[in-house]
C-alpha cells in the first residue's frame, strides 16, 4: 500500500502544482493591463492625482511578486482583497453566491447521475439498434446546443406554455427546500440535459471498449448468463472510466453554471463574475476565476485518483 | 373523428401493411409500433397531439429525402475515388453537408439575401411579422430576418478564423515539437497542460476583462485557449510517424525539420487533423456563441446570433419563439459539423464497434 500512497500523494502534488501555476497566471494577467488598474478603473476622469492615490490605495506602488504573495495567502485564507466598484470586501460579495451556485451544481449532479450512467450502459448494451440510433443523435443535438437554448426552451415550454416551474430562479434565505428545489428545477433540469448528453456518450463508450475485450467473449463462449456477464466480469473493470466519467462531467457543469445562471438570474458566482467582467472589477474577476479554476482542476485530480484506486494497472506505470 | 385522425391512422396502418408485405421488418415494427403508440397519444392528447407527430414526421422525411438528393448530386459532381466514399456516407453526414453548405451560401452572399441592411431600422420595436419582414422586428425595430442572414456571416466568420488561427498555433507547434523533441517539447507541453487546466469559458471571461473585446482580441484569446487540444493531439499522432523508418532515411538523406514536416508527416497525419478541425470549430463556435451571449463578443450594431438571443430574451416570456431561431441556428450548424466528423473520424479510423 505504500506504493499506492505515494502514487497518490504524487498526483496530488502535481495538481497542487497546477494550481499554483494557475494562480500565477490569473494574477498576472491582470498585470498586462496596459496602464495599469487605477488608469483602467479611472478612465476618463483620471488626473495624475486621483491615479497616485488610488495606486497607494490599492497597494499599486509595491513590487508585483509582494502584491502576488500577499493575494495568495489572503486567497488561501478565504480573503480575496475590497471589491473595486463598491469597496465592500470580495468574500462577502460572493460568499453566499458560491454556495448557490454549489447547490444549483449538486442539484444537476444528483439527478443527472444516475440517469445518464444507467442510460449509458443501456444503450451500450443495445448497441447499433434503432434505440442506440435515436439515443445518438439526442445526445448530439444536446452537446451541440449553446446552454442558453435549452434554458429558452424549458422556458418556454415548462413556464410560459404551461406555467409549471417559475422561469426565475430568485432565492430568499426563508424558502424550505421543496420550496427551494421548485424554484431551482429549471436551471438544474438544463444542466441535466448538457451533462447527461455527455456523459451517456462517455459511459457508452467506455463500456462498448469493455465489452470487446477478450476475457468477457471468453466468459460469454463458456455460457455464463448475460446478467452475469454484467455484473461479475464487466462491473468491476467498469468502475475506474466510469468514476473518470463523473468527475470530469462535475468539472463541465462547473462551466456550464456560468451561462445558465445568467439565462435564470440565479444569483450564483457564475452572474457575479459576468457582472465584474462587464464592470471591469478585478479583484472578484480574479477571485471567481481563482474559485472555478480549483474547483475544476480538483475534479480532475479526483478523477485521476479515482482511476489509480479503482485500477490495479495504473499503480504500475511501464 | 375529423377526416385528419381517419387519414392519419388509415395511412399509418397501411403503410405498416406494406412494409409487412413487402418483409421489411424493422420499417414495419417501427410504423406499427408508432401506430401503437398513436393510439395512447391520441386518447390523452388529441388531435393537436397526433398534429405534432405528424409535423414531426413529415420534417424527419424532409430531412431524409433533402440528405439522400444531396448526397446523390455530391456523389454525381465529385471526381471518381471520392464519389466512392461518398456513396457509404451516412444519410446524417449528407445532412450535415447539407446544412454546412446552406450557411455558407447564406454567409456568402448575405447582402443580396437578406432584404434589409443588417443596422437598418425599418420599424417599431417589436414589430410583429408582415409582408416586408418575415420574422417582425428585433428591439430596435431592425428585421430579425435580415440580422440572422448576416449572423451567418459574422458569427461563423468570427469563429472560422479563431479556429484557423488555433489549428495553426497548435499545429505548427505539435509538429515542431515532435520533430525537435527535447526542451521545446517539454515547455509546448507544460504550457498547454496549463492553459487546459482553467476551464474555456473562465478563461476567456478573464482575459477579455483585461483585454476589452474587440474582434482581434477575441480571435486572439479563443485561438490560444484551443490550441493546447490541437496541440496535443498533432504531438501524438506526428510522435507515430517520426520514429518510422522512412522520417530516419530523410534525415539521412540530409533533409531539413520543415522538409519533414511538410512532406513526410503532414501528408500522413492529414485526416485525422482534418476531423479535429470539425470539432475544434464546434468548441470556439460554442464559446463565442456563449461569449456574445454575455454581450462580451461582437459588439453591436454588428449582427450576430449570441446577443441577439439575449436582446431578444423578453419576448419568450410572451410565448414567442423568434429569439430562438438564432439560437437553433447555432445549435444546428453544430450538429451538422458533428455528424460530419462523426462520419470522417469512422472512415478514418476505422473505428467499427463491433
Request: without cysteine.
Given at each position: 500500500m505504500g506504493d499506492l500512497t505515494r502514487l497518490v500523494l504524487k498526483r496530488l502534488g502535481l495538481g497542487l502544482l497546477t494550481l499554483l501555476v494557475v494562480s500565477i497566471l490569473i494574477f498576472f494577467a491582470v498585470e498586462?493591463?496596459?496602464?495599469?488598474i487605477a488608469e483602467a478603473v479611472l478612465g476618463?476622469?483620471?488626473?495624475p492625482e486621483t491615479v497616485a492615490e488610488m495606486r497607494r490605495q490599492l497597494g499599486l506602488d509595491q513590487p508585483a511578486v509582494w502584491r502576488y504573495l500577499q493575494w495568495l495567502g489572503g486567497a488561501v485564507q478565504g480573503d480575496f482583497g475590497v471589491s473595486l466598484v463598491s469597496g465592500e470586501p470580495v468574500s462577502e460579495a460572493i460568499g453566499d453566491r458560491f454556495v448557490n451556485t454549489l447547490f444549483l451544481a449538486a442539484y444537476a449532479a444528483v439527478i443527472a447521475v444516475p440517469i445518464s450512467i444507467i442510460l449509458g450502459v443501456t444503450v451500450a448494451l443495445l448497441r447499433n439498434t434503432l434505440f442506440d440510433r435515436v439515443a445518438n443523435v439526442l445526445t448530439l443535438t444536446s452537446i451541440s446546443s449553446p446552454e442558453f437554448f435549452l434554458g429558452y426552451i424549458l422556458i418556454l415550454f415548462l413556464a410560459v406554455k404551461t406555467n409549471m416551474f417559475p422561469a426565475i430562479a430568485s432565492l430568499s434565505s426563508d424558502m424550505s427546500l421543496s420550496e427551494l428545489l421548485n424554484r431551482t428545477f429549471l436551471p438544474a433540469l438544463t444542466l441535466v440535459l448538457v451533462v447527461t448528453a455527455h456523459m451517456m456518450r462517455m459511459t457508452r463508450a467506455a463500456i462498448i471498449n469493455l465489452l470487446a475485450s477478450p476475457y468477457i467473449e471468453m466468459a460469454r463462449l463458456k455460457g455464463t448468463p448475460p446478467w452475469k456477464v454484467i455484473v461479475k466480469h464487466a462491473l468491476p473493470n467498469a468502475w475506474a472510466p466510469i468514476i473518470n466519467v463523473i468527475a470530469l462531467n462535475l468539472a463541465y457543469l462547473i462551466t456550464g453554471v456560468v451561462l445558465v445562471e445568467v439565462v435564470f438570474v440565479y444569483p450564483g458566482i457564475g452572474q457575479a463574475l459576468v457582472d465584474a467582467v462587464a464592470k471591469r472589477d478585478f479583484p472578484i474577476v480574479q477571485a471567481c476565476c481563482l474559485i472555478f479554476a480549483a474547483t475544476f482542476i480538483l475534479l480532475n485530480l479526483a478523477a485521476d485518483v479515482g482511476a489509480i484506486l479503482t485500477n490495479p494497472r495504473l499503480r504500475h506505470p511501464k | 373523428m375529423s377526416v385528419f385522425v381517419i387519414g392519419y391512422y388509415a395511412a399509418l396502418i397501411a403503410a405498416s401493411c406494406l412494409a409487412a408485405y413487402f418483409n421489411y421488418r424493422r420499417t414495419f415494427m417501427l410504423l406499427f409500433s408508432l401506430t401503437l403508440v398513436s393510439f395512447v397519444l391520441g386518447i390523452i392528447g388529441g388531435t393537436p397531439a397526433l398534429r405534432v407527430v405528424t409535423i414531426f414526421a413529415g420534417a424527419l422525411a424532409l430531412a431524409v429525402g433533402t440528405s439522400y438528393a444531396f448526397k446523390e448530386f455530391l456523389v454525381q459532381i465529385a471526381r471518381p475515388n471520392l464519389a466512392k466514399e461518398l456513396r457509404t456516407a451516412p444519410l446524417t453526414a449528407s445532412f450535415g453537408m447539407f446544412v454546412i453548405f446552406t450557411y455558407a451560401i447564406a454567409g456568402i452572399f448575405a447582402p443580396v439575401i437578406a432584404p434589409h441592411g443588417e443596422a437598418e431600422v425599418i420599424a417599431s420595436a417589436f414589430a410583429p411579422p408582415d409582408a416586408n419582414m418575415l420574422l417582425g422586428a428585433d428591439q430596435l425595430g431592425r428585421d430579425v430576418f435580415s440580422r440572422i442572414i448576416y449572423g451567418a456571416r459574422n458569427t461563423v466568420g468570427l469563429a472560422l478564423t479563431a479556429t484557423i488561427l488555433a489549428f495553426l498555433m497548435g499545429a505548427l507547434a505539435g509538429l515542431l515539437a515532435a520533430v525537435k523533441g527535447g526542451w521545446f517539447d517539454q515547455i509546448m507541453g507544460r504550457a498547454a497542460d496549463v492553459i487546459m487546466s482553467v476551464p474555456s469559458l473562465i478563461f476567456a471571461l478573464l482575459m477579455l476583462s483585461i483585454f476589452g473585446t474587440s474582434l482581434v482580441v477575441i480571435v486572439i484569446v479563443v485561438a490560444v485557449i484551443y490550441s493546447p487540444r490541437v496541440f496535443r493531439l498533432t504531438r501524438a499522432v506526428a510522435g507515430n510517424i517520426v520514429v518510422m523508418d522512412y522520417i530516419e532515411a530523410a534525415k539521412l538523406r540530409g533533409e531539413g525539420d520543415w522538409y519533414l514536416i511538410r512532406r513526410e508527416i503532414l501528408p500522413n497525419s492529414m485526416s485525422p487533423l482534418i476531423a479535429e478541425f470539425g470539432l475544434e470549430f464546434c468548441f470556439v463556435f460554442l464559446l463565442i456563441a456563449g461569449l456574445s451571449f454575455l454581450?462580451?463578443?461582437?459588439?453591436?450594431p454588428t449582427a450576430d446570433w449570441g446577443s441577439m438571443v439575449r436582446e431578444n430574451a423578453t419576448l419568450i416570456s410572451f410565448?414567442?419563439?423568434?429569439?430562438l431561431i438564432p439560437a437553433a441556428a447555432i445549435a444546428l450548424l453544430t450538429v451538422a459539423v458533428n455528424f460530419v466528423v462523426d462520419w470522417m473520424l469512422f472512415r478514418s479510423s476505422g473505428l467499427k464497434e463491433h
Open positions: 498586462l493591463l496596459p496602464g495599469d476618463q476622469s483620471a488626473t | 454581450g462580451l463578443g461582437i459588439q453591436p410565448g414567442d419563439i423568434t429569439p
